[in-house]
């Protein structure tokens, strides 16, 4: 019940810490302030990609952003609430005190500036260097923009998905092995994650997807879909999920759900 209220569609990464805690044998009761902490961070961060001087957005989950719904001051407040409310949570809910100390520092380096901040950071940078450029890139360059995408993502998204893992993990008391290998399936699963999305923003339509599409291409910001195209993109995120799948083979049946996660991520439409 637990799991369908945290439906991955919109919550995705509060299930991760939850389903962490499944893979390594810990219980939800243990793990749930991570799940809280974690989930605050994300919407703190959404609240504020969307604003103007970010990513311009006027529409998320098919409603409209803070800053349309309200002003900019407030979309900027309750980002700034969220961000500390995620660590008050973990150092008021966590009872052990060393487990505690631990999802404070992997959330703290995961929503800091060498990751969820940086990345976006790079990201702002990157459409304004890409968009200048009038001609179609070589291969070389073309492979150099992929990285510097890669990089960009597994700043952004890929952090608070290890993160999520993470915390689970860490709340139900996993070895560094188990850590190890679940931190691997966050880089492979958070990048696969971020390909897939620029895919639908490149070929689904706002209602569908509950968000302005066709907005990224059309800032020349950087995308998969306009540097491998279609097709191409989509073969990077099968192989980035069968790397995420072996990843989690030795939890055995205990990772169903990270499996089936695994699968959704590649098939979602929205």
């Not at 052990?96 to 990201?123: F, S, Y």
């Not at 890669?150 to 560094?176: M, V």
Request: charged fraction near 25%.
């Amino acid at each position: 019940m637990r799991y369908a209220l945290l439906a991955p569609g919109k919550r995705l990464r509060p299930a991760l810490v939850l389903m962490a805690s499944e893979a390594t044998g810990g219980s939800m009761e243990a793990v749930m302030p991570g799940a809280v902490a974690v989930e605050m961070i994300h919407a703190y961060s959404l609240i504020h990609d969307d604003l103007p001087a970010m990513d311009d957005d006027d529409l998320r989950r098919g409603r409209p952003t803070v800053h349309i719904q309200f002003d900019e001051a407030i979309a900027i407040l309750a980002g700034d609430a969220l961000l500390t409310q995620a660590f008050t949570h973990l150092a008021q809910t966590v009872t052990d005190p060393k487990k505690a100390a631990e999802a404070v520092r992997i959330l703290a380096i995961a929503a800091g500036p060498c990751h969820l901040v940086g990345g976006q950071a790079d990201d702002l940078a990157a459409e304004s260097e890409f968009a200048t450029l009038d001609q179609p890139p070589e291969a070389a360059e073309i492979s150099r923009r992929l990285d510097h995408l890669e990089t960009i993502h597994r700043r952004k998204t890929g952090a608070l998905f290890s993160a999520s893992l993470q915390l689970g993990a860490i709340l139900s008391g996993a070895d560094e092995e188990q850590r190890g290998l679940l931190r691997n399936y966050a880089g492979d699963i958070g990048l696969a994650f971020q390909v897939v999305d620029d895919l639908l923003d490149a070929t689904a339509d706002s209602q569908t997807l509950g968000k302005r599409t066709g907005k990224d291409s059309g800032r020349g910001k950087l995308t998969y879909p306009g540097l491998l195209g279609n097709e191409g993109t989509r073969e990077k995120a099968v192989q980035l999920i069968e790397s995420a799948k072996q990843q989690i083979g030795i939890f055995g049946s205990a990772a169903w759900r990270l499996n089936w996660l695994a699968d959704y991520v590649l098939e979602r439409t929205h």
